[in-house]
């Protein structure tokens, strides 16, 4: 069909049609981006204000060329000594580790570090509220894990135990998040039902 | 007077009497470095969790040497959306930001990006306890100013106003900080007063 201006109508998918096809499954994205759009969208909807925090970097070198930005150019990965993502939600503190395994039947701590459990046991002291996320890609099934229930399985680490948690403790212990469309990793609905 | 060994008496100042003098002074330390320590020690004495968010970096190329660590070599400093310091205290969400200001009369607002009187504004809906600390170095004073008088500030600014906040309205409305040993920069004594 012509039209006045000689060109043909426009006949593709809407604009959204691609971007609507599976919309609660994982699309390949980690669970890093799955999360930052989820606090995004959690932001935007002014439900909630949490952040993945900076990666931290240990800055060596630094040129400052005129008339343009400063550029780094020796830089080193530091560990962090604290948990990815904090903030804050319904009056109260949140702070949480995501993590994303390959393996189907375990979560390995050495995932994990003793300085974050740590950390993760004074937010837990000082009245925050701390879980880790944990995605199973294979299964492609993500889970909310209480700090408490970590702990548990920390210990049983140090004292000479198992150095991982099962996949079924974990389908027993954490619960299921939910892949939404607009809150991807809907982890607050579980905050919901879990500490209010 | 000759000792046994030979040796003479040592009679220089006790190792510390240095480190003592001037204890309640600032020493030439920035306010980061300050507040940054004490930090430190509200972490170790157990009496908050709050930390500094790393610098935030694009990371533009790696490289990734065999046997050694990955170099970072070129990235660039990218602008904070947020705030630079965040914790959990007494079960309160806890958001500031600090700014060191050479001006004696006056604390320019330009300091401040509107992304981050957006993003105060959010913690506070939230429930979050968010301020600012502003060093006036000429004067060698600290100030707390709660993010609910900054934004009256911001608001006069945005309708055209004055861009700055006077020396004198900051004394009036903002809390000096005592300048402690072990907690240089005690804004929790003001948080204590304030919002409990």
């Not at 008339?67 to 503190?93: L, P, W």
Request: proline residues 4%; without cysteine.
């Amino acid at each position: 069909m012509n039209y006045p201006n000689g060109q043909r109508k426009n006949i593709s998918r809407p604009k959204d049609a691609k971007k609507n096809t599976n919309i609660f499954s994982n699309r390949g994205m980690t669970l890093e981006e799955d999360i930052n759009e989820t606090n995004t969208f959690y932001v935007k909807a002014n439900k909630a204000v949490i952040y993945k925090k900076p990666t931290p970097v240990q800055i060596v070198k630094v040129n400052y060329p005129k008339r343009s930005a400063a550029v780094i150019t020796e830089a080193y990965f530091k560990q962090a000594s604290t948990t990815d993502y904090n903030g804050v939600y319904r009056y109260r503190y949140i702070d949480f580790e995501a993590k994303e395994t390959k393996n189907k039947t375990l979560f390995p701590l050495a995932n994990i570090h003793e300085h974050q459990i740590d950390h993760m046991k004074a937010v837990v002291d000082h009245g925050g509220i701390s879980f880790i996320i944990i995605r199973f890609a294979a299964h492609d099934e993500t889970f909310f894990l209480p700090a408490e229930k970590l702990f548990l399985h920390w210990n049983v680490k140090l004292n000479g135990g198992k150095k991982s948690i099962a996949y079924e403790t974990i389908q027993e212990e954490g619960y299921i998040i939910p892949f939404q469309y607009k809150a991807r990793i809907d982890y607050l609905a579980i905050i919901d039902e879990l500490y209010f």
